[in-house]
């Protein structure tokens, strides 16, 4: 499977945990990108890696959340001392630089408990 | 800034009747636009694109989608609904050299099809 990998799938955890996402792109897109979703709403921008460099991040992502792209390949999404208002779908998305069109992996649906 | 306004939540069709899903786009450069389907539990899947070229594109499944830039719109149609389509459908703006490609998704809109 080349498309866009996703771990884990879900994660429950308890309200003031850490949690750590993982996702690797398709193999040689330079670009890697992160939403979150939630119920009933449109996938919201969190951050974007143009290979290792992280260029933009959101106002919703607060200083709990941190994103990683050390080596350009896989990212890493931490959010620190969750809250019941982290519970959500977290995509990760890549592309090619030259094109916009991104590749979405399945997910990883958080649940604070 | 580039936004995206779906002007329905929710569409109710029966099967083999036409599909339409409405897009209002706002955005200060050339965008690149997208329709993306999302069945449940399901990753999203790319429909169609438009990146400037011909302004009727055609997508997966029979799904085509007209960019008209006097009304900034870019509605979804199917001339004939099936059973499968029920799914939620998201319009999608992009601007790369502006905003690095970063995808901007409408609320999104169900699609649900009567036998």
């Not at chain 2, 200060?28 to 169609?48: C, D, E, I, R, T």
Request: overall charge neutral; charged content about 20%.
């Amino acid at each position: 499977d080349t498309g866009v990998s996703q771990d884990p799938r879900h994660k429950i955890t308890k309200r003031g945990q850490n949690v750590t996402f993982r996702c690797d792109p398709i193999s040689e897109h330079n670009r890697l990108y992160w939403y979150r979703q939630t119920l009933g709403q449109g996938p919201e921008f969190l951050t974007y890696f143009q290979n290792e460099a992280q260029l933009e991040k959101s106002r919703l992502l607060s200083d709990r959340f941190s994103a990683e792209r050390p080596k350009g390949s896989f990212s890493t999404l931490e959010i620190q001392r969750t809250e019941q208002g982290d519970s959500a779908m977290y995509l990760c998305a890549s592309s090619p630089s030259v094109s916009t069109e991104a590749f979405f992996g399945q997910g990883t649906r958080l649940t604070v408990v | 800034a580039q936004s995206v306004t779906q002007l329905d939540s929710h569409v109710s069709v029966s099967e083999g009747t036409p599909v339409l899903l409405r897009c209002n786009y706002s955005s200060s450069y050339s965008p690149s636009l997208f329709w993306y389907v999302q069945h449940p539990n399901k990753g999203l899947q790319l429909l169609l694109k438009y990146t400037s070229a011909a302004t009727l594109v055609k997508g997966i499944n029979g799904f085509e989608a007209e960019f008209k830039k006097s009304e900034t719109s870019f509605h979804l149609t199917k001339p004939s609904a099936h059973m499968s389509d029920a799914a939620e459908y998201f319009c999608v703006v992009s601007e790369v050299y502006n905003q690095g490609g970063k995808l901007i998704f409408g609320q999104g809109t169900e699609l649900s099809v009567k036998p």
